[in-house]
């Protein structure tokens, strides 16, 4: 917090000393700030005074006072328990003190030495100015980092902390309750309404979670629409009991945004008073209790389901490895076809792991992929062969992408350095972008998928209609091609719901020039169906499975 003057401490038992001080600093101004002089007569009087005022700037600290060393003991005091690095510490030389100078400069954390004549004389306004000038940099230096780390840490649209602040704080020592929720539906109130008014949703949602749980849990907001609620050990049927009345609290709750009245269920998922990695264990009950649909609660025990999930993932994680190191992830493609001119115009990249002779699909390995940190080493496999096959056809080629590749720190330049490896014309490569979370609120995605589109690369949204996709998103990204998600294309012909949303998002994207690709044409009449809506591109396994080779 900002203040109209500088504090500067005098921390000495020599009371002559104290009033030639004030006397000399009287009036003093430094950056056009006032000098404030704080007196301590004892090391101990000097604690009480460090502790109620922290933004003191400069201590001057006599070596001895009530003890020949009560000046130094003070100083480790200020350092090492209080932590304070910004305070300038400079100790006055006392004649009484056994201790010689260069010892003190030399095992104690200070920043300057003045014997009593530099203090009484008019050298002290240059001493302080240079201190003053140390402290304001240390301080900014530390405001920044302050400022960074509660960026990295906190949700932007919440404000409430995040993922990362959430992982510190349930790595520390002791068992501890973990409660996951999930706003069930919310991918439909982001259609039905947008991402403005999605938000305010969370804002609204984030709001009574603080208030009405804030003083006994920490309240996080992890991405999207999941929050979490940490316990410290408390009784296990007090948390039991807690729990059962945080699921009918939101259930009962009425939330009005816009003067929009509605009420909100939350799946969750529990660990209660456990070690290790807790927030795993807290996802993994959470993916159970999503099978026992909305509005279900599943607690983290040893004999779920969703142990044989965390065995999956460890058994596929060395196994994706090991494919990894003898090229045995394997790249299929199978065809788009423009349905006006009925050529194969391009080839989507999908990737299939190879074990033991059996061919595998991604639905097997992705999540140990992503669990187990492969899921980039994945991309840049498929990426790479894309461009390869690229390099000696005529055709265009698309490749999946996720949030979590967007997000890798490399994910740019490796996407350069493939292009520049084959030699390629970046328009004939498009990105899908697959949503796990929306991406359409995260600024730093945002800006990848710019500089891809800018590159001259082509950007698609895959399974558009489902999840987290919807037409907000084509305001906010440079998009090409549209694909609506297959569960609307598999049962079109019979199916009037899913006619409609289907041909919404065509006449949309029509409107807006977008091309539009129906996947998983599985069938002529269904071939037949997309072609007479207006489809532009179809694929599916009447066109041709997905294939190792074009």
């Known amino acids: 917090m900002s203040i109209d003057f500088l504090e500067v401490l005098l921390v000495d038992d020599d009371i002559s000393l104290h009033e030639i001080i004030t006397k000399t600093l009287d009036g003093l101004k430094i950056s056009n700030k006032e000098v404030k002089i704080l007196h301590a007569h004892s090391a101990l009087e000097a604690k009480e005074l460090i502790e109620k005022n922290s933004d003191i700037a400069i201590s001057f600290i006599d070596v001895s006072m009530e003890t020949v060393d009560a000046g130094l003991k003070l100083v480790n005091y200020i350092r090492h328990t209080l932590h304070n690095e910004n305070m300038r510490i400079i100790i006055i030389d006392s004649e009484e003190s056994p201790i010689p100078a260069d010892e003190i400069l030399e095992h104690y954390d200070i920043n300057d030495y ?20 140390q402290y304001q940099q240390f301080k900014d230096i530390q405001d920044n980092r302050a400022q960074m780390y509660k960026k990295m840490t906190t949700n932007k649209i919440s404000g409430l902390p995040n993922r990362m602040k959430l992982a510190e704080n349930v790595g520390t020592v002791g068992k501890k309750s973990l409660i996951l929720l999930n706003i069930d539906d919310f991918s439909v109130i982001n259609n039905h309404n947008g991402f403005e008014f ?5 804002n609204a949602f984030a709001e009574f979670l603080e208030n009405r749980y804030g003083k006994d849990a920490q309240i996080f907001h992890l991405e999207a629409d999941i929050f979490a609620m940490l316990y410290l050990q408390e009784n296990t049927s007090s948390i039991e009991e807690k729990i059962i009345k945080i699921k009918d609290d939101i259930y009962y709750n009425l939330f009005v945004i816009n003067n929009i009245s509605m009420h909100l269920t939350a799946t969750l998922g529990i660990v209660i008073n456990d070690y290790g990695n807790i927030l795993q264990k807290a996802e993994f009950a959470f993916k159970e209790a999503r099978l026992h649909g909305k509005n279900s609660v599943q607690k983290y025990s040893d004999d779920l389901n ?16 090991n494919a990894l190191e003898h090229k045995k992830v394997l790249a299929y493609f199978q065809p788009i076809k423009n349905i006006r001119t009925g050529e194969i115009e391009k080839y989507e990249t999908l990737v299939r792991l190879e074990y033991k002779g059996k061919i595998y699909t991604p639905y097997h390995f992705l999540d140990a992929a992503r669990y187990s940190g492969q899921l980039f080493e994945i991309f840049k496999v498929m990426f790479d062969a894309a461009c390869s096959n690229a390099s000696t056809s005529n055709y265009n080629f698309t490749i999946n992408v996720s949030d979590y590749d967007l997000k890798y720190p490399k994910f740019f330049k490796t996407v350069q350095q493939i292009l520049q490896k084959y030699q390629i014309e970046t328009k004939r490569i498009c990105f899908e972008i697959l949503e796990n979370n929306s991406i359409s609120e995260h600024t730093e995605i945002q800006k990848i998928l710019h500089k891809l589109h800018d ?31 297959g569960s609307f294309i598999k049962n079109i012909v019979e199916n009037k719901s899913s006619q409609i949303v289907a041909q919404t998002i065509l006449d949309f994207a029509h409107k807006k020039g977008i091309p539009v690709i129906a996947e998983y ?9 997309v072609k007479k809506m207006g489809v532009d591109y179809a694929q599916g396994y009447i066109i041709s499975e997905p294939k190792i080779s074009i």
């Open 455 to 485: 590159l001259g690369c082509k950007l698609a949204i895959d399974d558009f209609g489902a999840e987290c996709s919807n037409f907000g998103q084509l305001n906010n990204l440079k998009i090409d091609f549209i694909k609506i998600d």
């Open 306 to 321: 969703i142990l044989r999930t965390i065995h999956a993932n460890s058994l596929w994680t060395g196994r994706i490895r």
């Open 521 to 529: 044409v599985c069938s002529k009449e269904v071939y037949e169906y």
């Open 198 to 202: 999605g938000n305010k949703v969370l």
């Open 114 to 133: 003045r014997d009593r004549v530099c203090i009484e004389s008019q050298r002290l306004f240059n001493t302080i100015r240079v201190a003053v000038k």
